[in-house]
């Protein structure tokens, strides 16, 4: 079955820089576009940044335009998500997910921006 791991989470200062991945297993992933999604508290859950399949094309929230980048290796089924210039309303829940038929989420991974 479809599974997305998410890691690389944590406490950041503003101003700071993590990286995501999520690995994914259980279909073709070359074959699939992926996304970036985060979730602050109280908020709804919104669309951060897309890659496509071969990862030629990306799109990204205005909000993060220029300070994020998504990147996938398809030889490693994984997916990341370089962040920079952290700010504090980037806190939130991040989670991968793939539409294969229907939406499919990993367990999210906490990112924390905060002095």
């Known amino acids: 079955q479809v599974q997305l791991v998410e890691s690389g989470g944590g406490l950041v200062q503003p101003g700071g820089s993590l990286r995501l991945s999520c690995a994914a297993s259980?279909?073709?992933?070359?074959?699939?576009?992926m996304n970036w999604y985060r979730q602050a508290p109280g908020k709804e859950r919104e669309l951060v940044a897309v890659i496509t399949s071969d990862g030629g094309s990306t799109n990204y929230a205005d909000s993060v335009k220029g300070r994020f980048t998504i990147s996938r290796d398809n030889a490693k089924n994984t997916v990341s998500l370089q962040m920079s210039s952290l700010k504090p309303e980037d806190t939130a829940v991040y989670y991968c997910?793939?539409?294969?038929?229907?939406?499919?989420w990993g367990q999210g991974t906490q990112v924390t921006v905060s002095s």
């Open positions: 259980g279909f073709t992933f070359s074959s699939y576009a």
């Open positions: 997910n793939v539409v294969r038929y229907r939406r499919y």
